[in-house]
């Protein structure tokens, strides 16, 4: 056995822990907190949930045949790669919610706790199953495959919107429409989690500075913040001038800091801020291995 099969099966080996320990922690989410309190929180977990209800039977099965057809479709279109590891993810979870935490005690209390924890716990799991590169089905092979008809459509209206007529659905069968609000805010908190998960909690500024003092702020900042700054060679559309444009990453903290300095030194200065969800480097997070 040659080093690369090796490395190829101690991926594997790892990627088949991640989606196992993934998969259980969203069945956790889902068998604990969300199913006993008859909340649907959008997608195919929802609509199995639903179908639960009324037909009694198990929520792994359900979760894994309504995922089928859109399995069938994904070969073809979205290749065996992507769809074998759907498979892998689709069969995990569902033996996770049939046979290991089927027997878990769940929390039957306050709704509005069951969608926080639930929809934090489901989330959680989420993000280790795609830290592998792997999708657990339903709404994510919808959008993979309406991206590839439709490369122009804004594929996260049309998520919500599906999301959105399972929670409806959810309402109506359950007759409440508290069912429906409830299962909205398992869905924002799991992909809150989820994100933080991902991109982590480190989120900071990053802030294009245009001024003709770009170095005198680049000084300040080094100084002041402690952080360094990249100045790239700018030309102005409209006036043809050749200038600079200072290109900043901030802690959170140190924006209106950074703020002040710019003012000071240009208050005439053309700022540019955007939100970063995660920053890599020296003075900030470390780039894993």
């Known amino acids: 056995m040659n080093f690369q099969?090796?490395?190829?099966?101690?991926?594997?080996?790892?990627?088949?822990?991640?989606?196992?320990?993934?998969?259980?922690?969203?069945?956790?989410?889902?068998?604990?907190?969300?199913?006993?309190?008859?909340?649907?929180?959008?997608?195919?977990?929802?609509?199995?949930?639903?179908i639960n209800y009324l037909t009694n039977l198990p929520i792994g099965i359900l979760q894994f045949v309504l995922n089928l057809p859109l399995l069938i479709i994904a070969i073809k279109y979205l290749g065996n790669d992507f769809t074998i590891k759907t498979l892998i993810s689709v069969l995990a979870l569902s033996?996770?919610?049939?046979?290991?935490?089927?027997?878990?005690?769940?929390?039957?209390?306050?709704?509005?706790?069951?969608?926080?924890?639930?929809?934090?716990?489901?989330?959680?799991?989420?993000a280790i199953v795609?830290?592998?590169?792997?999708?657990?089905?339903?709404?994510?092979?919808?959008?993979?495959?309406?991206?590839?008809?439709?490369?122009?459509?804004?594929?996260?209206?049309?998520?919500?919107?599906?999301?959105?007529?399972?929670?409806a659905i959810?309402?109506?069968?359950?007759?409440?429409?508290?069912?429906?609000?409830?299962?909205?805010?398992?869905?924002?908190?799991s992909a809150l989690l989820m994100d933080s998960v991902l991109y982590g909690m480190d989120r900071g500024k990053l802030a294009f500075i245009i001024s003709p003092k770009a170095a005198e702020i680049s000084k300040e900042v080094i100084s002041q913040l402690d952080r360094s700054a990249t100045i790239i060679k700018s030309t102005g559309a409209f006036t043809n001038k050749e200038g600079a444009v200072l290109m900043v990453a901030v802690h959170r903290q140190q924006y209106y800091p950074l703020k002040n300095i710019i003012h000071d030194i240009d208050p005439t200065a053309f700022v540019i801020v955007a939100d970063s969800s995660e920053i890599l480097g020296e003075g900030f997070k470390r780039i894993k291995e």
């Open 5 to 50: 099969s090796h490395g190829n099966i101690k991926k594997a080996l790892i990627d088949l822990l991640f989606i196992m320990v993934g998969t259980a922690i969203y069945a956790l989410g889902l068998h604990i907190f969300i199913a006993p309190n008859q909340i649907a929180p959008g997608g195919i977990s929802g609509l199995a949930i639903v």
């Open 130 to 167: 795609f830290m592998r590169g792997y999708t657990t089905g339903g709404t994510d092979i919808v959008s993979r495959l309406l991206q590839r008809r439709f490369p122009y459509m804004q594929i996260g209206k049309i998520l919500f919107a599906i999301d959105a007529v399972i929670i």
């Open 170 to 189: 959810s309402a109506a069968v359950f007759g409440q429409i508290e069912t429906a609000l409830y299962g909205m805010v398992s869905v924002f908190t």
């Open 95 to 126: 033996a996770n919610l049939d046979y290991v935490v089927a027997g878990l005690p769940t929390y039957v209390g306050d709704p509005l706790l069951s969608s926080l924890f639930g929809g934090a716990v489901m989330g959680f799991g989420l």
